[in-house]
Structures are given as C-alpha cells and as structure tokens.
C-alpha cells in the first residue's frame, strides 16, 4: 500500500530564507508524486509532479522538488520564501501503478508561515 | 475555461439526514474523484469515477454514495450524516492519466 509522510506539521522561515519541506513515500509500484498548497478556506492547487521523468522537477511560483528513489522523498524547496507563501502544503502519491492519477493518498500537511 | 465547479459552497445539517454534493468537471475531463478534508487533515480519497463506472474507493462506509452522470458531473451521497461528517468535500477532475484539479470545495457542517 502506498503512504507518505511529512514530517514537520508546521515550518516557519523567514521572508527571503530557503524554504524546506520534507516528505517521503512508501510505494511498492514506481510512484506518481504530487505537491498541492491549499491557501485558507480553498480548493488544492497544483505545484509540480513527478511522473518518471526528470528526478527534478520544477513547478509553478519558483518551487522545486527532486525525486530520490534511494530515499524515498520527495522534498519541496524555493530558494527565497516570499510572504505569500504562507499556506498550508500537502505532498500526495497515486495510489497504484496503471497510470491514473484519480487516487491520490495525501500526507498530512505541513503548515508554512513566513515571518516579514 | 472553467474550472471545476462544486454545489452548495456551504451547508449545514443534523445528524441523521441526507447530503448531495455536486461536482461539474472541467470540459473534457471524463474522471471525476471525491476527497473528504477533515479541519486538520490531509484529503482522504472517497470515490473515483471514470467513464460513468467507478474505479475505486476508500475506506468510507456504506453511507457514501456516489454517481456520475453521461455529462461527466458527479453526486456525492451521504446519509444518515454523523457529526464526524463534518468537513470539507473536494472534488477533482482529470484525464485518466494526469493531475487532478480541485475545485473549491463544499463545507459540511453537520450539528
């Protein structure tokens, strides 16, 4: 069965400070790995993916994450963390190895909140 | 192009009624999924439907229900609603083999 982990349940950086948020996988097929934010009191938004392609993979308002089987993570970073950043993360696997993406097993979330 | 779309945005019920979410995919998406967000929590995946047929479910009684109509929108059913109901109801949408996009999400309060 497929899980992750996000260890850390709340991150606090400064404005302009890397930004690191840590998860890891269990998979016994190769995974389809997913990081979502979600802003208060709205739907999830895609940030990037990793399909088997690159291990690195770049997304959308500057984040990155790097596929590194022999870890099982799946880290997100942004290299300068900007106020509004600040929203709750959640890292997600698909839950088989046919290719759908439409069972997805999220972790629990990791709340970032960046100070000015 | 619209993006996924949820009905009621809002909605509170006692215990022991019945609840129907709805969910209009974005065009051209055939596979609808339905998560359950608890205050606190990571979504946890209800239903899958895919081509009107379902592909998969979670670890959800048999209170949940769902459908999904030949336009591709979506039911979520719950009945006899527990106060563990409470929560946010996600709906995404996708191709088969691609990420989902949420929509904004129905809040269920059940009292």
């Known amino acids: 069965a497929q899980s992750v982990t996000q260890l850390g349940s709340h991150v606090s950086v400064s404005e302009g400070a890397l930004v690191l948020l840590r998860c890891n996988y269990s998979?016994?097929?190769?995974?389809?790995l997913f990081w979502y934010v979600q802003y208060p009191n709205q739907g999830l938004q895609l940030l990037l993916k990793?399909?088997?392609?690159?291990?690195l993979v770049k997304g959308i308002n500057g984040f990155e994450a790097e596929f590194k089987k022999s870890e099982t993570s799946f880290h997100l970073t942004k290299p300068s963390a900007h106020m509004s950043d600040a929203a709750e993360y959640f890292c997600?696997?698909?839950?088989?190895?046919?290719?759908?993406?439409?069972?997805?097993?999220f972790g629990q979330g990791t709340t970032l909140q960046v100070k000015p | 192009d619209a993006g996924v779309t949820q009905s009621p945005t809002h909605l509170i019920k006692t215990r022991g009624q019945h609840v129907t979410l709805r969910c209009s995919p974005i065009?051209?998406?055939?596979?609808v999924s339905w998560y359950q967000q608890v205050l606190g929590q990571g979504p946890q995946f209800i239903f899958q439907?895919?081509?009107?047929?379902?592909?998969g479910r979670g670890n959800f009684p048999d209170r949940f229900s769902a459908r999904q109509f030949p336009n591709y929108s979506s039911e979520l059913n719950v009945n006899a609603l527990l106060l563990g109901d409470s929560a946010l109801y996600l709906c995404?949408?996708?191709?088969?083999?691609?990420?989902?996009?949420f929509g904004p999400g129905t809040r269920l309060t059940v009292l």
């Open positions: 065009s051209g998406h055939k596979s």
């Open positions: 997600a696997v698909s839950s088989d190895g046919s290719g759908n993406t439409g069972k997805l097993i």
């Open positions: 998979s016994s097929v190769p995974p389809y």
């Open positions: 990793y399909t088997s392609a690159a291990t």
């Open positions: 995404a949408s996708s191709p088969w083999n691609n990420e989902q996009f």
């Open positions: 439907y895919y081509e009107k047929e379902e592909r």
